[in-house]
C-alpha cells in the first residue's frame, strides 16, 4: 500500500485562520499606558484610550505571540469592573487595545 498517512490540514497547531476576515470585536486602536517594566516582564498599570484614564485594577492574564520578526504582549485587563485586552509590539513599541470582553 503506497498512502500516506500524514494530512498537515489535520493537526490542530498547524491550523491558521483567514487572517483577511472582519473581525467586528476588534478595536486596535493606539492607547498611552503606565506601565511597570521589572525583570524583564511588563506590569501595565493605566491607560488612555479616548481621553479617558482607566486605572488597571488586575491583570487576569497575559500572553505572548510572535506575528512575523515582533513579539507582541497581550494582556487582560480589569478597569471598573470591566475586562479589556491591551497589546504591546516589542518592535513597533506601540500599545494598543484590541477589544472589550463582555
Known amino acids: 500500500m503506497n498512502q500516506s498517512s500524514f494530512n498537515p490540514q489535520s493537526r490542530w497547531d498547524r491550523f491558521e485562520p483567514d487572517k483577511g476576515g472582519f473581525n ?3 478595536l486596535d486602536e493606539r492607547i498611552d499606558v503606565l506601565a511597570h517594566f521589572k525583570h524583564a516582564k511588563i506590569f501595565p498599570k493605566s491607560f488612555t484610550w479616548k481621553d479617558k484614564e482607566y486605572t ?13 520578526q515582533a513579539l507582541v504582549n497581550y494582556f487582560s485587563v480589569v478597569s471598573s469592573g470591566q475586562i479589556y485586552q491591551i497589546s504591546f509590539n516589542n518592535s513597533t513599541f506601540r500599545w494598543q487595545i484590541d477589544k472589550i470582553i463582555q
Open 24 to 26: 467586528p470585536d476588534a
Open 56 to 68: 488597571i485594577e488586575t491583570i487576569t492574564y497575559n500572553w505572548q505571540e510572535r506575528l512575523g
